[in-house]
């Protein structure tokens, strides 16, 4: 991507994909290592491929990557002004103080990882990487986490950037290019509503964490192409507009949010919804604020993972989970009133396991006969300690 390769713009992540994808199957790529959510980590490139690329020889104006990864190597101080093709610049654990002003030379420059750094504050200049797409781990270029990297005023003009992630920085929150595909935001704790004219038509992954004073998020509208929205550790946050307009939406993740008493309206509409995680939200709720579902609705129909946490004095799991068709995984936490599961998840036949946590009071599952139901159930996964009234025999008896 960062080489220019790939084509139309606006898919660039999922022909790239294709592209890695390829790769692999032929073996220039092995040892691949997943992340929680199933994407390649990290990989190792194949011995003999290596070797090549080490034989070739470094001549700086035609260079167009560079790679350094935890070498506590001299860079020549002629790089940046020299290697003016360079599209690929990563230099993590490097031993960097700080990023020259010269970066700004790098007009071609596409892809930026300065990671694991010392560099309290990024150059201005920064600014001047009109083609950079992906800064990756600005926010962590300082290797002690209680110290958030100073970003440059000017990533405004950054017209090309898809990929950002900001802690601690209002100011780069509400000054970014409208054509990010990711937006991560940690920790902005004087974030405290963002503006209607917050739109961004392209964006894929949105996260809103640890904004500690965020009260108010801007109404979705049908330009929105958003596949992940993640809000967590809010607490000021009453509640989240109307998600009926995010079409797309894959994933949903709302934690730690304790002034909010309901989840999203148009949730019941999403007919491309697969994972949902709420709570805990406020903990004077009583009962479930699970919207109005039946089975003629587009989520009942494409949900495959569910997880409620904390909820302390709701005493029942919502009817509307029996509408779930396609559910396959279950995941109930920290409902400590609760003290009997439905017979009716045998019902859902898609259904394969069913995760347990922090349930205190529960005594009763249901009937191994019901859950025969559930063609496809391989059992209830249960932590020891995590449901200490239940007995043995009921655990050993269901898995």
Not at 82 to 96: H, K, Q, T
Not at 289 to 302: D, I, L, R
Request: a positive charge; hydrophobic letters at 40%.
């Amino acid at each position: 991507m960062a080489q220019g390769f790939l084509q139309p713009y606006d898919r660039m992540e999922e022909i790239g994909n294709e592209y890695f994808n390829i790769l692999v199957n032929n073996s220039f790529f092995q040892d691949l290592v997943l992340d929680k959510e199933g994407k390649v980590a990290r990989c190792k490139m194949h011995d003999i491929v290596h070797a090549l690329a080490k034989a070739l020889p470094l001549k700086l104006k035609k260079l167009r990557s560079l790679i350094s990864d935890s070498l506590r190597i001299r860079i020549p101080k002629n790089l940046l002004t020299s290697a003016n093709c360079l599209r690929v610049l990563i230099l993590v654990d490097a031993g960097l103080s700080e990023l020259p002003n010269s970066i700004g030379c790098l007009k071609h420059l596409r892809y930026l990882d300065i990671s694991e750094n010392d560099i309290l504050k990024l150059p201005p200049t920064l600014g001047e990487l009109y083609n950079l797409q992906t800064p990756r781990h600005l926010e962590s270029c300082f290797r002690y986490l209680s110290t958030y990297t100073i970003l440059p005023k000017q990533l405004y003009k950054l017209v090309k950037l898809r990929h950002i992630c900001i802690n601690n920085e209002v100011y780069a929150v509400l000054h970014l290019p409208c054509n990010l595909v990711e937006m991560k935001i940690y920790y902005c704790y004087n974030l405290k509503e963002l503006p209607a004219s917050f739109v961004f038509p392209f964006l894929k992954i949105l996260v809103f964490w640890g904004c500690n004073n965020l009260t108010y998020l801007p109404v979705f509208d049908s330009r929105n192409s958003l596949e992940t929205l993640q809000v967590g550790r809010c607490p000021l946050l009453e509640g989240i507009p109307n998600i009926e307009p995010l079409t797309n939406l894959c994933r949903l993740e709302i934690h730690n949010c304790m002034r909010m008493t309901n989840v999203p309206q148009g949730l019941a509409s999403l007919c491309n919804l697969t994972e949902l995680e709420i709570g805990p939200l406020c903990q004077d709720l009583d009962f479930f604020p699970f919207p109005e579902v039946t089975g003629s609705c587009a989520v009942a129909k494409s949900l495959q993972s569910l997880c409620f946490i904390g909820w302390p004095k709701v005493g029942n799991l919502p009817d509307e989970l029996q509408h779930f068709t396609q559910l396959q995984r279950l995941t109930i936490s920290h409902f400590a009133r609760v003290k009997f599961l439905p017979n009716w998840l045998g019902n859902l036949t898609c259904l394969r396991t069913i995760v347990l946590e922090g349930m205190e009071n529960l005594i009763w599952l249901p009937s191994k006969n019901m859950m025969q139901k559930a063609t496809k159930f391989v059992g209830f996964s249960i932590k020891p300690y995590q449901c200490p009234k239940l007995k043995e025999e009921w655990i050993s008896g269901h898995n």
